[in-house]
């Protein structure tokens, strides 16, 4: 039987901070399977449940859980310990009320808010790759590892408001001046300011944005900017 890659545990003291785990607890801790998001960038459903949402108190519990089919990510069901729960996911529990989206904020990389239940059919994803196919036809990748083929006009770095499960564009929008961004990762993680430049890359440096935050200005790299609209957010994110 051919294995599949990637470690099912993990060294407690090597787990990301923003999952929240007790670090003198038992020496392993579940770990994230390869899939739509990087391992250090998201969460594996049960550990989302016994320690972040804190619904479940055991793996144990978690499993059960789980296993019978009672987590929803993204609106498909989905039953293995592992899998990854990353930015912009929504989550929905079995005979629970509330309706969860992991965004990134001041505090952690990666925290679960609740949202109303009208935005749980809506998702944020940013484009990361756009690919001409045959006939003409583009096929254009998200940071989640969904694509769709569209006619859509958009490009690398752009935000497209999309319609879950079913993968349909709503709304895109654009990585301009004049839009406001949220910081994804590094240490001004979600913090939202407005792009004043974008200055393109070099065969050196990746392509970059001047972005307003209160009363300073800071280059970050494009690629961990998320335009989220040009006034308020176009769902909630806060």
């Known amino acids: 039987m051919v294995s599949i890659s990637g470690s099912k545990k993990l060294k407690r003291q090597m787990a990301p901070q923003f999952w929240g785990i007790a670090r003198k607890d038992k020496r392993f801790v579940i770990n994230v399977k390869p899939g739509p998001h990087k391992r250090n960038h998201a969460v594996p459903t049960a550990v989302f449940l016994r320690d972040m949402l804190k619904i479940v108190t055991s793996l144990r519990e978690a499993k059960a859980s789980i296993y019978s089919g009672k987590v929803k990510v993204d609106g498909i069901v989905r039953k293995s310990l592992h899998h990854a729960i990353g930015l912009m996911d929504v989550v929905e529990l079995e005979n629970v009320s509330d309706i969860y989206r992991l965004v990134p904020t001041e505090e952690k990389l990666l925290k679960p808010i609740k949202i109303n239940e009208s935005e749980k059919s809506k998702k944020l994803v940013r484009v990361t790759t756009k690919t001409t196919i045959g006939k003409g036809q583009t096929q254009i990748g998200f ?33 301009e001046v004049g839009s406001h961004g949220l910081v994804t990762r590094g240490n001004n993680t979600g913090r939202i300011g407005r792009i004043e430049t974008i200055e393109e890359g070099t065969f050196i440096l990746p392509k970059r944005v001047i972005l307003s935050l209160d009363e300073r200005k800071i280059e970050i790299p494009a690629d961990i900017i998320m335009s989220i609209g040009k006034g308020e957010p176009v769902i909630q994110i806060k």
């Open 143 to 175: 940071h989640d590892g969904r694509s769709i083929i569209s006619d859509s006009k958009v490009n690398v770095g752009d935000t497209c408001l999309i319609q879950i499960p079913d993968v349909k564009i709503l709304e895109i929008i654009k990585l």
